[in-house]
């Protein structure tokens, strides 16, 4: 079975983007760019929200091309387009850059995708993410957390019909004072 994590920076307050999905927070230092990047290379599907989706791909397909990109960003755009990708949207007619639509029932698929042979998979996305949360799908959560309170937005977390038991199996800190945690979903014994 393949392990589903969902990764993304996230405010003190806990939020993924301010209100009207203001990101200019959580842009990364390039130590945390880097930790970002190495994570896309060592993912074997992500799974994208419509809207994640559509902040990414109006980026990083090209970004690579730009004059005034970095090696870090020129390798982040290769590793990126590279990445497979399912890109869930009712909305979205094409998808491209390594990625395939998926319009269906969400759970069934994540559920599909989990059962089958293959290494990890990220899950991108709040509103994604938290129907796969409250379906019980995400093996593991990384909150790469700012040092900055923003006052409300998209959360990170969900509202949630039951506890979810966590452990803590990583916490590294950024010397830009990005706190990194990951904890492991608990199964019942």
């Avoid at 996230?10 to 945390?32: F, K, M, N, R, T």
């Avoid at 755009?77 to 395939?100: E, G, I, Q």
């Avoid at 709040?126 to 998209?154: C, N, Q, S």
Wanted: charged share 25%; glycine share 6%.
């Amino acid at each position: 079975m393949r392990k589903l994590t969902f990764a993304m920076n996230v405010s003190l307050d806990g939020y993924v983007a301010a209100p009207g999905d203001d990101l200019g927070w959580s842009v990364p230092s390039d130590e945390l760019f880097q930790w970002w990047s190495d994570r896309v290379a060592a993912t074997s599907l992500a799974l994208y929200g419509r809207r994640l989706w559509d902040t990414m791909s109006s980026h990083w397909p090209t970004a690579d091309q730009q004059p005034d990109a970095t090696e870090a960003e020129r390798e982040y755009a290769r590793r990126w387009r590279a990445m497979p990708k399912a890109v869930f949207s009712s909305t979205t007619r094409t998808v491209d850059w390594n990625s395939r639509l998926v319009t269906g029932d969400a759970v069934a698929e994540i559920t599909r995708l989990k059962a089958e042979d293959g290494g990890p998979m990220d899950i991108a996305g709040a509103t994604l993410a938290a129907t796969a949360m409250r379906a019980g799908l995400i093996d593991e959560y990384v909150l790469a957390t700012a040092p900055v309170l923003v006052g409300g937005g998209t959360p990170f977390f969900t509202v949630l019909d039951d506890r979810v038991h966590l452990d803590l199996v990583e916490t590294r800190v950024f010397s830009n004072g990005v706190v990194l945690t990951r904890y492991r979903r608990r199964h019942a014994l």
